[in-house]
């Protein structure tokens, strides 16, 4: 741990540095401003729209800081050359990859806690204006959405790790992870899709992409485990049981891919 | 100098800029429109693409809908929405709801238009029903699915249990159950309509939808006081009146009631009281909707 912390705290702060980061809150406080204008064109629910306004924005920056911050953070010591100085100190490339990884999650923390704040404001304001369409409201429920929505993060950013860590360039290494995303949000739906009876599909799966479907949805992470935003929208139950399991797996992938791309990192042959 | 010039050059540009703006919307206005409106996709596939923002697609498509509806009040034509627009309109309500099925201003428009404008009570009730389903604290959505078998379906029987649900659940009005009851006899349709209606406007908090109610139970009413007429005409005289003028002048009512619709109320053969502006309670849409001010 006492070697882990210092490159975690050097690639928090260069996280913070890097520019893409100013646009990232720019955009933030852009959605939340278009949340009230938003609000104000429905007539009734006004606190589902606000609420899946706040947790949709919340979900889709840190998306965008993973993407463009957290892949950059890692790519640039490999294309800057500045790899060769951090690994020639007394620090394994296992311990160089948990630091950053942690740094990372650091950074991810405290993005969304800001981000949260920001939200909270926001529908503090649209409550004290509109406090009748504001029935149905649990904060404790958007508390543990924003905390899933930060886990799905952090299993994200462990992902694009592991692809950095056999990938040659950040580009790839980006194309990837977007696949994952977007792979691991509807894969769930897919399944669904194609496993629901012919008649009702109006046209039959062939066993091939079943089985492709199938693969796919053991092999990527499933992030929509992760999205219970619509409950916390309309203040709708989530069991104990479903969230010590989602957590569970959450950690578990965590743990894999980081490990894995510790592992494969050890292997790389630098230019 | 050469400053004076870029500073002109920028503030012509900007210029151009707003003109342009504007002339080239206005004239898009004015191609052939539809295409827009023309599909809705599958709710499966809104599904997966909708990726993590299901709730988000939903609320974008309920305000698709609602411009819809707002810009189909300014036009010109009658009817004012055409038959395969109200079934996009439909169609978007229902992917709007697929997406969050607890949403409920989807399906509290659908009601306020579909079974009264459009004419499509079965669709509106199916969309109702979904609602109804999930949205199990809700006593509106049953609600409405009883008044819309009971007034524009004529299935008495069925609005029953409807209404029976609606009066258990939370906030629901006892009252709803005597109704129930009620509607085992054919009689006083109207009066039944008008405790219906005054139950909707208790649900109903946005001020021209309230309005747009208001107005129903007002011609409604009329309605009724004229149909009481009829009645004591018939026990009086033994017939039916030919015109409404005929309770006036033989001092049954003391005036004729105002359709509030613009129109004048006649007598069928079989005594039943009915307007020109409506077979049914002629539609229309709202003068004023809080989203277009």
């Not at chain 1, 996280?15 to 104000?40: D, E, K, P, S």
Request: aromatic share 14%; net charge neutral; glycine share 4%.
């Amino acid at each position: 741990m006492k070697t882990l912390w210092p490159i975690a705290l050097v690639t928090f702060k260069e996280g913070i540095r890097n520019r893409a980061i100013y646009g990232i809150t720019l955009f933030a406080f852009l959605l939340f401003g278009a949340t009230a204008l938003v609000v104000n064109m429905v007539p009734r629910e006004a606190g589902k729209v606000a609420v899946d306004m706040a947790l949709s924005t919340i979900s889709f920056t840190g998306l965008l800081l993973v993407l463009f911050v957290g892949i950059n953070l890692m790519a640039k010591d490999l294309d800057k050359r500045t790899i060769y100085t951090i690994l020639s100190r007394p620090i394994s490339r296992s311990q160089y990859i948990f630091g950053k990884f942690l740094g990372m999650v650091l950074l991810i923390t405290i993005t969304v806690g800001i981000l949260s704040l920001l939200a909270m404001v926001a529908i503090v304001l649209l409550k004290m204006t509109h406090a009748e369409y504001f029935e149905r409201f649990s904060w404790s429920l958007i508390a543990l959405a924003v905390f899933l929505t930060m886990l799905m993060l952090i299993l994200l950013t462990a992902v694009s790790f592991l692809f950095a860590s056999f990938t040659s360039t950040s580009f790839i290494t980006l194309a990837l992870t977007i696949i994952t995303y977007i792979i691991g949000q509807s894969i769930s739906g897919v399944k669904t899709l194609i496993e629901s009876p012919p008649q009702a599909l109006g046209f039959t799966v062939s066993p091939v992409t079943a089985n492709l479907v199938k693969a796919a949805y053991y092999l990527f992470p499933n992030l929509s485990l992760f999205n219970i935003k619509l409950q916390a929208a309309h203040d709708l139950p989530v069991t104990t049981s479903y969230v010590a399991w989602t957590v569970l797996y959450g950690v578990v992938y965590i743990c894999l891919a980081i490990t894995l791309a510790a592992l494969i990192f050890r292997k790389k042959e630098f230019p | 100098m050469q400053r004076l010039f870029l500073i002109l050059l920028v503030v012509l540009a900007g210029f151009i800029h707003v003109v342009s703006l504007g002339k080239a919307s206005d004239a898009m206005k004015k191609l052939p429109q539809g295409a827009d409106y023309a599909f809705v996709l599958p709710s499966p596939i809104l599904k997966v693409a909708a990726l993590e923002y299901q709730g988000l697609a939903s609320d974008v498509l309920f305000l698709n809908s609602m411009v819809f509806i707002g810009e189909a009040q300014d036009r010109k034509e009658k009817p004012k929405v055409k038959e395969w627009e109200w079934h996009w309109w439909l169609k978007t309500l229902d992917a709007a709801t697929d997406l969050d099925p607890y949403f409920f201003d989807p399906y509290y428009y659908a009601n306020a238009f579909l079974p009264w404008e459009a004419h499509m009570t079965e669709e509106a009730n199916n969309l109702l029903e979904k609602g109804s389903r999930y949205r199990d604290w809700d006593w509106m959505l049953p609600f409405y699915i009883g008044f819309n078998d009971f007034y524009f379906l004529n299935k008495d029987v069925e609005a029953a249990p409807f209404l029976m649900e609606a009066s258990r659940r939370p906030g629901g009005d006892p009252m709803l159950a005597s109704i129930a009851a009620r509607l085992a006899f054919k009689e006083n349709r109207t009066e039944t309509a008008i405790f219906f209606l005054e139950e909707t406007v208790r649900g109903t908090d946005e001020e021209s939808l309230k309005k747009l109610y208001e107005t129903r139970i007002q011609a409604l009413q009329s309605i009724a006081l004229l149909e009481k007429g009829v009645d004591l005409y018939k026990k009086k005289f033994g017939r039916f009146p030919s015109t409404v003028d005929e309770l006036v002048r033989r001092n049954i009512i003391n005036q004729l009631p105002v359709d509030p619709y613009g129109g004048t109320y006649y007598i069928a053969q079989d005594g039943k009281v009915i307007s020109t502006t409506s077979s049914e309670l002629e539609p229309h849409f709202p003068k004023s909707m809080k989203l277009f001010h």
